[in-house]
């Protein structure tokens, strides 16, 4: 079985070739056409510039999937889109490109949500052992440009949100911290760098916690609450760009030491609400997904974290060229979608808000 992905819900075309080997996904190709160099000068993605630049790379970036693969059109079985989450123009470029091969091959098209193939983008690696670590309950930690979510699986394809931010994402909220530091677009890669450089404990920022305070009974007993496992970050952008404010000068080192409060302020708070709900759901593998799982500070500290903690469960995290989007991670949740018979015929388009727990 060969499966095309096609993903275009943001700033990246990509194109992949996945297919079967002894019963696991294997990536024969992974193309990714990056628009970050047109985005650049603005600041952050102009949704009518990445609609049209899809438009021009979409066919040759497939073309070359193929050629990667060393396979043709007529050698792929099914083609896997996203239909969402994302930019509605640019989503709309990937999905009538599937439609349309779909129907003039005569072949199955697989419609993704775009944050599930985030979290099967960790499945791509470990189901090529037969030892496979991955085991049910699931807990992903997803974090990307748009979403953080702590995301509950009991069975493949099957999703419960059991946390989510209430205001900015976690990849939203470097790239916010990165443009009030001065330091350009996508600021996840650019503070994370002048983090190494900085010192953490420089500035005091918050570590947000939802969890609403105790409340007293009926007979006056004070109940705690069950802690949170919301996020939020657009205070902690506000925390930042008060003490860039109260400088009278942002030296080198200064924007390197908020750098690293920053950031260890984001991971701090990751961290500290995936040990909840580790703690609340029991969990048998962790997985941490979607672009900012590239951050080494979060890989590196919730990896740890668990380990000491939670010594009984698999901590799961792609390898860093399949963490930001990517078309691999769709082919794969295709897959797994194609191996358990899990859709159903059904119209495709664009739905630029499509929840997780709506993909079926
Ligand atoms: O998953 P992704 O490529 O796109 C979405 O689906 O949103 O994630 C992009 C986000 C951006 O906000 C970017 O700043 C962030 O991931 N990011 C990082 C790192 N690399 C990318 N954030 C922190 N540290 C990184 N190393």
Known sequence: MNILAIESSCDETAAAVISDQDGCPKILSNIVASQIDLHTKYGGVVPEVAARAHIESVIPTIKESLKEAKAKLSNIDAVAVTEGPGLGGSLIVGVETAKAISLAKKIPLIPINHLEGHIYAAFAEEEKSKDSKIKFP????????????????????????????LDDAAGEAFDKGAKILGLGYPGGPIISKRAEKGNSKRYSL????L?????????????????????????LKTALLNFAKKEE??????????????????VET????????????????????GGVAANKALRETLSQKITDHFPGISFITPNINLCGDNAAMIGVAAYFHIKKKSQKRRSVVAIPNLKIEESV
Do not use: C, W
Not at 251 to 258: A, G, S
Not at 270 to 289: C, D, H, K
């Open 211 to 235: 969890t609403p305070p105790p409340k007293r009974d009926e007979n006056g007993y004070l109940k705690k609450a069950t802690p949170s496992l919301d996020f939020s970050f657009s205070g």
């Open 138 to 165: 699931i807990l992903t930690l997803l974090v990307s440009g748009g979403n953080t979510l702590l995301v509950l699986m009991e069975d493949h394809l099957r999703y419960r949100v059991i946390g989510q931010t």
């Open 270 to 289: 990751l961290v500290q609400n995936s040990l909840r709900a580790i703690e609340q759901y029991q969990p048998r593998t962790f997985v941490l997904g």
């Open 249 to 266: 000068r942002l030296t080198p080192t200064k924007i390197n030491d908020l750098a690293a409060s920053f950031q260890n302020a984001i």
């Open 206 to 209: 918050p570590i947000i916690d």
